[in-house]
């Protein structure tokens, strides 16, 4: 998987947030800006993110490290 290709499926999970996605095609590293993040804690932050990606954090995403 492309990091694009995660930075795109983060921004329409999420509409109106910023991603910047890095990677080597299983590790990946995201920062993601939302204001819908505002006022929740850092769990609750990273399980919208990996809402957005679904079924591919099991199979063709290895690894995400992320800064919400």
Known sequence: MEPET???MIESGLPGC???VEGD???F???V????FEGKA?????RMV?????D???SAIHALSMRT
Do not use: C, E, F, P
């Open 29 to 31: 590293q995201a920062v």
């Open 33 to 36: 800006i939302s204001d819908a």
């Open 6 to 8: 995660i930075k795109h």
């Open 18 to 20: 910023q991603a910047q």
């Open 42 to 46: 850092t769990l609750a932050r990273h």
């Open 50 to 54: 990996y809402g957005t990606l679904g």
């Open 25 to 27: 095609g299983s590790h």
């Open 56 to 58: 591919n954090m099991q």
